[in-house]
């Protein structure tokens, strides 16, 4: 067998080998697609069951969901050491003053220029 021969073959192998890949993805697909939408069913009976039950009823079980979502939300976020909530706390509390006093200077320098005007 020659080069040229050797290498043909070995472009038709690779494009088998995609060709087959393709297929195993598109299955895996197909797959994925069956298993959302037997979830999406399950869903929807869920959501049925739940619409026939009374409204004080299903209005405790979502505010009992709510809460337990919000409490495991609360669990993810990174609170601040006590050094950096301190220390954000002068921060906020400096700037305020200082963008508090510059606001006061401003408005009485304004409303006496406003008074030489108007008289």
Not at 12 to 20: A, H, L
Not at 34 to 44: C, E, H, L, N, Y
Not at 98 to 105: F, R
């Amino acid at each position: 067998m020659n080069p040229k021969d050797q290498k043909k073959k070995s472009k038709q192998n690779k494009s088998e080998v995609m060709i087959e890949s393709s297929d195993a993805g598109v299955a895996k697909d197909r797959i994925e697609s069956k298993s959302a939408d037997k979830k999406s069913v399950i869903k929807k009976a869920e959501t049925k069951k739940t619409t026939n039950v009374m409204p004080l009823k299903r209005f405790i079980q979502q505010t009992g969901s709510f809460l337990r979502e919000a409490k495991s939300e609360l669990q993810k976020v990174k609170w601040p050491t006590k050094k950096e909530l301190i220390s954000s706390t002068i921060v906020v509390v400096v700037l305020s003053l200082l963008i508090g006093c510059y606001l006061g200077v401003l408005d009485f320098a304004l409303v006496k220029i406003v008074t030489l005007v108007v008289g």
